[in-house]
């Protein structure tokens, strides 16, 4: 009997040993007595982690529970309120019915995840600071690409299409409203072609800023107003071009719907006092900081710039 014992108690040992040399090759998801200590939202996801590999063969033991329980005291004193509730099937985490009217319809707050009443998460902050990140570091990098922009002259594009739009999907006239404004020194008219062009455009023109404006919201989309504005301006000029028909010479030209444009009012002479006028500081310190700044700044450029 005493021998059997002793191969008993040596059989013990070898499958115990066994068991531990297996466990320590697991996961850690798979061994729940090792979750004590750790953070909760850890634990949480051990958890499931657990439950979606198990699946059907997921039973929960006194080691997963114990370190679930074990949560409680770490997370008791968040707000809002939370009840942790131990269940055979699975373990649930549940939010009380007293959250604040404010908190309402947020994401749950898990462990160290904070709920901002905002509604901000920790996941938009991130995606902020990587925005944030590619200005600082990425974006001077563009620096070797630049080109200098030389303008388009006025000449070889002289349309103007103003689009409007309250941002919104709605066919309202005023997102479908297009104005086209068009100067008439850009055009490219001798005296008698621009003389006809201004009678033809009659109150279209204005004689103050000598600009042509054209503008319509008769069709539903703004790229049909805009298409009809180019086409009725092209047939405009071409007929004004057209010298070898009726000129309209004999026509003056009407300016009495031009409002009359008002001078500026001068400041007078004797209301200016330069001796009450404030005194200027020197600024020195923020004068040398800038300075700084500005030394530091185009030396960085410099060394990202090929």
Known sequence: MLTRHVI???????VTALRQQSSAAQP??????????????????????????LGEKYSPNDAERKAILATYAELRASSPALLYSYEMDNFSER?????????????????????????????????????????????????KFRQQYTPTASRESPLRLKFNTDFSDELTPLN????????????????????KFKLLAADKFDHNNN????????????????RWLVETFNRLLTEAKDTTKNTFDEVPVDTSLMKAR?????????WKRPQDAPIKRHRIVRECVDAVKQRMDAEYLKSLSP
């Open 28 to 53: 850690l998801y798979l061994n729940p007595h090792k979750w004590q200590g750790l953070p909760a939202d850890r634990v949480f996801e051990l958890h499931e982690m657990r439950k979606t590999a």
């Open 8 to 14: 008993l108690k040596s059989g013990l040992r070898q």
């Open 262 to 270: 008002k001078s500026a009012a001068a400041f007078p002479e004797l």
């Open 95 to 143: 939010v009380m019915n007293n959250t604040p009217v404010a908190l309402r319809g947020l994401p749950k707050k898990y462990s160290n995840v904070p709920v901002l009443d905002k509604g901000a998460t920790p996941h938009e902050k991130r995606k902020i600071e990587q925005i944030h990140r590619i200005s600082a570091y990425e974006m001077p990098l563009l620096a």
């Open 176 to 195: 479908r409203h297009v104005t086209l404004s068009v100067a008439i020194r850009d055009l490219g008219l001798n005296k008698k072609q621009a003389r």
């Open 211 to 226: 600009v042509f404006r054209l503008s319509t919201d008769r069709y539903p989309e703004s790229a049909q107003n805009a």
